[in-house]
């Protein structure tokens, strides 16, 4: 699976949109992007993925640059509650190939 | 549903005890995922289930950690002896497809191990 990075760290105004980058330069054509989030000592919560299609739902917004190369989760009026640590994962959906590996992610913080 | 269950939320134990970790996947959910996180290493796969079967356990650290999953409700992992490093928090995660895999988390075990 491809490789992705993402900035340490990031701060947002509360109520403004949080623009999360990630790159995946090595993506491959089969392989989808994830995203996850970590909020303070729970378990990670799955946000969205995406193909090549922007996605959208009702936490979030996933577009991802027509090249593939790259994505950015966006958070639409960012809240408090918005504060974690956001992983960005890039995985082809074979069976066999359920694993997800975590990176260090984006420690994304709303500032009130 | 009630989400993914796990027990106990708090473990402290002495080095050299056995401990066992407990896990309640989502019901109607084919795999079953283990992870380890710590500040020093992140979050970490350490073995999967499909349908009950050990798919990968390339991450398992050592001979003294195992997993079993005997059947679709349940799942434990078991380290015999432990030490003090695999102080952590463990999470249990479930997921009903391959080709999707939205995995959903537990609240995590956090293992303390003195």
């Known amino acids: 699976d491809a490789k992705t990075t993402q900035p340490p760290s990031m701060d947002c105004a509360e109520g403004r949109a949080a623009n999360l980058p990630c790159n995946h330069s090595?993506?491959?054509?089969?392989?989808?992007v994830y995203w996850y989030r970590q909020i303070h000592s729970q378990g990670p919560q799955y946000i969205i993925h995406g193909l090549k299609n922007n996605e959208t739902n009702e936490m979030a917004s996933l577009i991802i640059t027509e090249d593939r190369k790259s994505s950015t989760l966006i958070l639409p009026h960012a809240t408090l509650r918005d504060t974690a640590v956001y992983y960005c994962i890039v995985r082809s959906p074979n069976f066999g190939n359920e694993k997800l590996t975590f990176g260090t992610g984006t420690r994304l913080t709303i500032i009130p | 549903d009630a989400g993914v269950i796990q027990s106990p939320r708090h473990e402290v134990t002495e080095m050299g005890q056995e401990v066992t970790l407990r896990c309640k996947p989502i019901s109607g959910h084919d795999y079953l995922f283990w992870y380890r996180q710590t500040m020093m290493r992140g979050l970490e796969l350490l073995i999967y289930?499909?349908?009950?079967?050990?798919?990968?356990d390339s991450g398992m650290p050592e001979d003294r950690f195992s997993a079993k999953m005997p059947n679709a409700s349940f799942s434990t992992l078991k380290i015999q002896p432990s030490e003090p490093r695999d102080s952590a928090v463990y999470f249990c995660a479930s997921s009903r497809d391959s080709i999707y895999n939205e995995q959903f988390f537990g609240p995590g075990t956090r293992l303390t191990v003195l």
């Open positions: 090595t993506i491959s054509g089969n392989e989808y």
């Open positions: 289930f499909n349908n009950n079967v050990p798919i990968d």
